[in-house]
């Protein structure tokens, strides 16, 4: 932690840079970042680093530019001005296929697989980045193919093992309950062996059960594959239960930043909330 950022922990003010509470050697920078669209400021100016071991939880009202910033992350957006460093990595510009070569995995707020393949197969898709032999190997079928089909299949059963698939492997993703999608979704983006997770309204649509599963698995994500996690979410008690540190936005702006009991309390975020102050 540098001079000029804050330490929460230490009981300082939520700060509305998004840098306090992260680490000297943050995993992800996005700086002063700007994205419109013909005068709509999804993005205005927003900074925000995530440790290299965090779970950093972006939260706000309807329209408030969360995705935009999710989709500036994994290149479907290019901003027009601002930095995006992942692990000393440059991503504006870069393309969201070179953007997942890197590290950085996401999930959908829809689920984004392919319903007639199996869960294992779902898996093996998520890694296309890991084959380890070109096209001549795979036609031939020859030793190295063979290894590292052996190898991709051993991480898939990890996979499965981690997140309890175990009984619906090899169905078709399409016949599984949603919360389960929602799961194999999950799987897949770590099948890419990410750098970091991005993950977008993970329990969206889920009932009570399938959301508890979810937030067990997200925190094991973190503290047994350290991994570290940026999560955009509109369930209050998710976040609240499950973030390092939160960061409020509201019309394309940092509200306030800070840990997940500081945060609810802050006037500005009660403001974007609910458009009053907090009584005292
Ligand atoms: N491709 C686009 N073209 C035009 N405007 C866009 C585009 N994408 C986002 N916006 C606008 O940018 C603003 C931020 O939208 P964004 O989807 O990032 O918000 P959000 O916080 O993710 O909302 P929600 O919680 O409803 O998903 C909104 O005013 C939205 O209409």
């Known amino acids: 932690m540098t001079a000029t950022e804050p330490d929460l922990a230490a009981g300082t003010a939520p700060d509305r840079n998004g840098s306090a509470g992260a680490d000297a050697d943050p995993i992800l920078r996005f700086e002063d970042v700007r994205l419109h669209f013909a005068g709509v400021r999804a993005i205005d100016g ?16 309807n329209g408030s530019g969360k995705t935009s910033i999710f989709n500036v992350l994994s290149g479907v957006y290019r901003p027009q001005t601002g930095r995006v460093v992942f692990d000393g990595t440059d991503l ?23 319903a007639n393949l199996t869960v294992l197969d779902n898996l093996l898709l998520g890694r296309h980045h890991h084959l380890g032999y070109g096209t001549l190997a795979a036609l031939g079928w020859l030793g190295r193919a063979r290894r590292a ?23 078709p993703v399409g016949l599984l309950p949603y919360g389960v999608q929602k799961r194999v979704e999950l799987g897949r983006a770590l099948a890419m062996e990410p750098k970091l997770l991005l993950l977008d309204e993970p329990v969206a649509g889920m ?52 840990s997940p009991a500081e945060i609810p309390h802050h006037p500005d975020v009660v403001r974007a909330y609910l458009g009053e102050v907090p009584p005292r």
Do not use: C, K, Y
């Open 46 to 61: 927003v900074s925000f680093s995530v440790g290299r071991h965090e779970l950093f939880a972006i939260i706000g009202p």
């Open 149 to 171: 089909e052996i190898a991709n299949r051993a991480a898939v059963e990890e996979i499965v093992d981690f997140l309890e698939l175990e009984r619906w492997r090899r169905l």
């Open 92 to 114: 504006v510009g870069r393309r969201p296929h070179v953007i997942a070569a890197l590290g950085l995995a996401r999930t959908f707020q829809n689920v984004e697989l392919f």
């Open 207 to 258: 009932n009570l059960e399938e959301t508890e599963d979810m937030a067990r698995f997200v925190l094991d994500i973190r503290d047994e594959l350290d991994i570290p996690i940026v999560l955009v979410e509109h369930d209050m008690g998710l976040v609240m239960d499950l973030a390092d540190r939160v960061m409020v936005v509201d019309f394309g702006q940092v509200v306030a930043t800070g």
